[in-house]
């Protein structure tokens, strides 16, 4: 695709970065869970502390998927690693090879950050994301199960 761009976000890229957010809330249809707006994304991407990272892919000039990251641990491996916390391309760009982009920068930014790992999570019902995924080379980890724990919760358990 000579017309593709997978760049870093920069911070004039904010709103256009949430509005794709929001595009993927509506597709795993979870819009009513973000309660965030793009100047809080902006501080974290941009801030002190910075905590998250972005890439955005821009199509003929038009912004059309991201992926947001920031760095975990291996104890194990004694190594950083990377999680990638969200990647999305908007569906009418799909199957143009926008999401192998995206994630093939993310892994080249693992490796010059000599990073041990690359991670993330799927939906279970989201089957062509999980066959994409293993067609790049993942593991689905079968036997791991994701804790959260948030809102009042959190707060609980802190105090």
Known sequence: ?????????????SHTLFGLIQGLAEYEKLSAAVIGNAEALK????????????ILAEFQGKAVGFAIFF?????????PGIYLEDI???PEYRRQGIGKALLMRVAQIAVERDCGRLEWSVLDWNISAQTFYRNM????LEDWRICRVNGDNLIKLAN
């Open 71 to 79: 760095h975990n641990y291996s104890t194990f491996l004694t190594k």
């Open 137 to 140: 080379g993942a593991d689905i």
């Open 88 to 90: 999305f391309v908007s």
């Open 43 to 54: 501080e974290h991407l941009f801030g002190s502390p910075k905590y998250v990272d972005a």
């Open 1 to 13: 695709m000579t017309n593709l761009i997978i760049r870093d976000a920069e911070a004039s890229d």
